[in-house]
């Protein structure tokens, strides 16, 4: 009986020691994405120019990652400076930036992001397409590139662009029409071009047309990209805050907002683009151009640029 008792007080004692030096189970919790950076800089001469292909497998989430994945191979694994992308149908734009962190974070640093809510797709089914500006590692030109102003054809696009050689151009339609037709002229004009269709209202009126390009061409050095800066309500103060956020973030950048070359606007009716037309002085040049939506469900608009930083 003696030695049961010692068995049991041993057993006892054993027990008690292992629960001491057990130690607490801690709940794991995972990161979140980073937030895409306001702005990104990329030497000019080193700029190289992708549209991802259109897919119609799978929802918005997955045609990003599958755009994000097809322009890796494109760009042959190169540093992404900034992605401009479209979105058709009724996926939600807010998770475009979320899906970029998730894919480009463990790989680079984060490009900024413009997200805009197009009406359609050349494409059924396809929701997202992506411009992509990378940073080559290997293909320095010695030359830098220039932004061609926001032209109503293609025709005089390529006027505009001269003898330049176009690394980029992209079509905003109101009607997509035969979109195999127009990519087809496109590739004619603008021959090893990254070549970009959208059509930017779903019901739009009138025939609308609006053509832009980049071309090889103009200073070298280093450029700074913003990401899409919304403005929440339609008012002048609305419009200005958007303005003066863009202008704090490239300044927060160590950018002048002095050195800005390009902007793009993209109001969501056309009484807001004539409010921005009479409210600001913008350096360089200004492309306007009406879009379905944006991220924010009561914006008037978004506002990029591009900047020459020192």
């Known amino acids: ?29 995972l990161a979140l994405p980073k937030d895409p950076p306001s702005v990104a800089i990329g030497e000019s001469s080193r700029l190289i120019f992708n549209v991802s292909p259109l897919s119609a497998a799978g929802l918005l989430s997955q045609q990003t990652r599958d755009a994000l994945k097809a322009i890796l191979r494109l760009n042959g694994g190169a540093n992404i400076i900034h992605l401009r992308a479209f979105v058709a149908g009724s996926g939600d734009v807010r998770r475009v930036p979320q899906i970029v962190s998730e894919v480009l974070g463990k790989r680079m640093p984060l490009p900024s992001v413009s997200v805009i809510q197009a009406g359609a797709l050349p494409l059924a089914n396809a929701q997202v397409v992506i411009e992509a500006i990378s940073e080559s590692k290997t293909k320095a030109t010695g030359a830098g590139i220039s932004f061609l102003p926001v032209q109503d054809s293609l025709d005089q696009l390529a006027a505009k662009a ?4 176009v690394l980029q151009a992209s079509c905003f339609v109101s009607e997509l029409g035969k979109p195999e037709t127009t990519l087809a002229a496109m590739a004619a004009k603008f021959p090893g071009a990254a070549l970009n269709l959208v059509q930017m209202q779903r019901d739009a009126s009138g025939d609308m047309t609006k053509c832009e390009g980049i071309v090889r061409g103009g200073d070298s050095g280093r450029l700074a990209f913003t990401g899409t800066e919304v403005a929440i309500g339609g008012e002048e103060d609305d419009i200005k805050r958007a303005f003066t956020g863009m202008y704090r973030d490239l300044r927060t950048a160590g950018v002048a907002p002095e050195g800005i070359i390009s902007t793009h606007i993209y109001p969501i009716s056309p009484a807001v683009g004539i409010v921005v037309k009479a409210l600001l002085d913008i ?6 151009i009406p879009f379905e939506g944006l991220a924010a469900m009561d914006a008037s608009l978004a506002v990029e640029a591009v900047a020459v930083a020192k």
Do not use: D
């Open 1 to 29: 009986m003696r030695f049961r008792k010692l068995a049991l007080i041993l057993c006892l004692v054993a027990t008690a020691s292992a629960a001491k030096k057990k130690k607490p189970e801690t709940t794991q919790t």
């Open 162 to 165: 001269g003898g330049a050689k």
């Open 283 to 288: 350096p360089g040049t200004m492309n306007l």
